[in-house]
Antibody
Framework: QVQLVESGGGVVQPGRSLRLSCAASELTVSSYSMHWVRQAPGKGLEWVAT????????YYADSVKGRFTISRDNSKNTLYLQMSSLRGEDTAVYYC?????????????WGQGTTVTVSS | EIVLTQAPGTLSLSPGERATLSCRASQSVSRTYLAWYQQKPGQAPRLLIYGASSRATGIPDRFSGSGSGTDFTLTISRLEPEDFAVYYCQQYGISPRTFGQGTKVEIK
C-alpha cells in the first residue's frame, strides 16, 4: 500500500532547529516531485516546500525561505524538512505529499502529519 | 500570488441535500491545475478532484467539479453522513501553489 509516514515533530524553543522525516512505502520518492504542506492550529493548508522528482528544482514559500531546507535520501527512500530559526508562527501539523503527474500533478498521497510546536 | 477565495465559509445542510461550494481565483487559473481536497478532523487532506473535474481514485460519483478561468465549483449531489468535512480548493499552475481558506460542510 502506498504510504507516507512523517516523524520528527515535537516541542521546540523559538530560534532552535528541528528535522522532519517522511518515509515512503510502495512509492519511490526520487520518482516523484514531493511537497511539504503545513496547517496551523484551526487554520487552513499552506504549501511550504517542493523538491522536483530529479532534485534539480527546489521551491520554498516566502514564509520559510532561508530557514527551511527540503532534501531527500534516496537510499532510505525518505524526504526531509530541516527547519531552523523556528518561530511561533511555524507551529503547525506538517504533512508530506506526493505530486502525481497522472493526476495532473495534484497531491494524491498524503502522510498523516507530524506536529511541530514552537514555544518557550 | 494567486489568492483563492472559497464561499461560503460554512454550509449547513442535511443528509441527502445538494452542496455547492465555490472557489474564486484572483486571476485566471488553468483548469488543468485546479484541485479539491476533503479534510476530516484529525486526518490528512484527501484528493477528491484534479484537473477541475476529474475524480480521484475511489471518489464516489456524487462528487463533481466544474469551472474555468477564475470560477470553480465543487458539487456534492446528495450528502452522505461521511461527507461532512472541510473542503479546500488548490491551484498549482502558478507558483506558489495556493489553497483556499476552506469551506466547512456541517450537519444542519
Amino acid at each position: 500500500q502506498v504510504q507516507l509516514v512523517e516523524s520528527g515533530g515535537g516541542v521546540v524553543q523559538p530560534g532552535r532547529s528541528l528535522r522532519l522525516s517522511c518515509a515512503a512505502s510502495e512509492l519511490t520518492v526520487s520518482s516523484y516531485s514531493m511537497h511539504w504542506v503545513r496547517q496551523a492550529p484551526g487554520k487552513g493548508l499552506e504549501w511550504v516546500a517542493t523538491m522536483s522528482y530529479d532534485g534539480s528544482n527546489i521551491y520554498y514559500a516566502d514564509s520559510v525561505k532561508g530557514r527551511f531546507t527540503i532534501s531527500r535520501d534516496n537510499s532510505k527512500n525518505t524526504l526531509y524538512l530541516q527547519m531552523s530559526s523556528l518561530r511561533g508562527e511555524d507551529t503547525a501539523v506538517y504533512y508530506c505529499a506526493r505530486e502525481n503527474p497522472d493526476k495532473d500533478y495534484a497531491m494524491d498521497v498524503w502522510g498523516q502529519g507530524t506536529t511541530v510546536t514552537v514555544s518557550s | 500570488e494567486i489568492v483563492l477565495t472559497q464561499a461560503p465559509g460554512t454550509l449547513s445542510l442535511s443528509p441527502g441535500e445538494r452542496a455547492t461550494l465555490s472557489c474564486r481565483a484572483s486571476q485566471s487559473v488553468s483548469r488543468t491545475y485546479l484541485a479539491w481536497y476533503q479534510q476530516k478532523p484529525g486526518q490528512a487532506p484527501r484528493l477528491l478532484i484534479y484537473g477541475a473535474s476529474s475524480r480521484a481514485t475511489g471518489i464516489p460519483d456524487r462528487f463533481s467539479g466544474s469551472g474555468s478561468g477564475t470560477d470553480f465549483t465543487l458539487t456534492i449531489s446528495r450528502l452522505e453522513p461521511e461527507d461532512f468535512a472541510v473542503y479546500y480548493c488548490q491551484q498549482y499552475g502558478i507558483s506558489p501553489r495556493t489553497f483556499g481558506q476552506g469551506t466547512k460542510v456541517e450537519i444542519k
